[in-house]
């Protein structure tokens, strides 16, 4: 209820208000964590694929990409 611009709450309003704001926030951060993550490691994948070509151990490499790939495509 809005009076004289002022917002009046009962307890349970505010808590399911800031039970959603919070759960809000939770799902940015995990968003921008993952962002983070692909931003992070895209380049050392990428590196990696352009190393496979140059080395004996590709299984070891394979393997390698294949974990990082894995920490931001899940």
Request: aromatic share 10%; with cysteine; proline share 1%.
């Amino acid at each position: 209820m809005k009076i004289f611009g002022l917002y009046i709450y009962t307890k349970k309003e505010l808590n399911k208000i800031c039970g959603d704001k919070y759960s809000e926030g939770i799902d940015i951060g995990i968003a921008t964590q993952d962002k983070l993550n692909r931003v992070t490691l895209n380049p050392v994948v990428h590196s990696l694929k352009e190393l496979r070509n140059n080395t004996w151990d590709v299984e070891r490499v394979d393997h390698a990409i294949k974990w990082l790939e894995s920490c931001y495509d899940g």
